[in-house]
């Protein structure tokens, strides 16, 4: 097939889902055709089956905000043209799906099939706000397809917005080979040259993350115990955590990596990963640390009981509870294999559910779906 995938190319779980899709399926033999304003971080255009289309948004006095919904609709319909593209898979319906609605016009009478897959914040935040609502609904009704990663996040799409069309939960995956456990743990010795318990976070950085938990979480660790902290990633709030950690006077013990490219070389180097969201549709990050055999502390909150499964792989805890998280993360640290057993059940949980193997061909066969349901259609 030939496939033109659009999404955010900073960083973001909706752009590296969308990047990791985009790469998995060149190598089973897709033409993929990413289409964005800048090169998606992770990618890695290793084959030839991959291009890259920049959207350039022509700015004018006038404009006070240059119109990218309608520059990338014009690269999406001048893409499908130039490459014949079979259909367009739009990650985060806001403004992508708007856009591929207006390419999927442009090209009639010739089919362009779009496909929105859902992701989170934009139904539970931008979508659900009353300025965006409407055509955040309609963009869902008018899709020829429509996916969400996670049943929680189905449910609420469906109540948020009232819609009446089926949406199919194709949940996010990990590469398994790529994310595992490195055997060369020589780099832990950089943030814990004594062998101490190494926490892990990685994130945007936005305020639904809730950084300055994960530092308060740490610092609890660390009054029973010594321990160190990496945190990877970048965003708003990456100031109050700096400033929290100083106040804290822990700034020997914690790391900012800042963003970093090749996540799965750091995250086998944890004993623990810490996500204490205030809300997460998935949790792609805790996935990712699974895999690589690191056991989760995490909120229990939207799609993530999907993923971590409590007292097995990880603990949830509400919310906010930084005290629960401290305790379960000191429980985990202070058993002898130091929670190594709990991270082998979380790399067998993340096989059995989330490998790219079995996801991808989910992607495929909905795409054919799609595709028939859209000949049948127009004939
Ligand atoms: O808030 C973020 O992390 C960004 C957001 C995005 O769309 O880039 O992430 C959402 O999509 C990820 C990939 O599907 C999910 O793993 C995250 O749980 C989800 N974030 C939220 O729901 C807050």
Known sequence: MKIGITGYPTYGGSGVVATEL??????????????????PMRLNPTHDRI?????????????????????????????????????LHVHYAIPH??????????????????????HGTDITLVGSDRSYLPITRFSIEQSDGVTAISNYLRDQTIKEFDIKRPIEVIRNFVNCDLYCRPVDQRRRSEWAPHGEPLLMHLSNFRPVKRITDVVEIFALVRQKMPAKLVLIGDGPDRGAAEHL??????????????????????????????????????????????????????????????????????????????????????????????GKEMGKQARIDARKKFCSNDVIPLYEAYYQKVLAASSAASA
């Open 245 to 338: 950690v100083r106040r804290k006077k822990l700034a020997a013990d914690v790391f900012f990596l800042g963003k970093q490219d090749r996540i799965h070389d750091l995250l086998g180097l944890a004993d623990l990963f810490l996500l204490p969201s205030d809300l997460e549709s998935f949790g792609l990050a805790a996935l990712e640390a699974m895999a690589c055999e690191v056991p989760v502390v995490a909120t229990n909150v939207g799609g993530l009981p999907e993923v971590v499964t409590n007292g097995v792989d990880g603990y949830l805890v509400a919310p906010r509870d930084v005290a629960a998280a401290a305790k379960f993360a000191i429980q985990i640290l202070s058993r002898a294999d130091r």
């Open 51 to 87: 291009y890259f289309h920049e959207v350039e948004v022509t700015s004018y006095p006038l404009f006070d905000h240059p119109p990218y919904t309608l520059a990338l609709a014009v690269k999406m319909f001048e893409v499908a043209e130039a490459a014949s593209l079979d259909l």
């Open 97 to 118: 799906s708007v856009s591929a609605l207006l390419a999927r016009s442009m090209a009639a009478p010739h089919r362009l099939p779009f496909i929105t897959t859902l």
């Open 22 to 39: 985009g790469m998995e399926l060149a190598a089973r033999g897709h033409e993929v055709h990413f289409i964005s304003y800048a090169m």
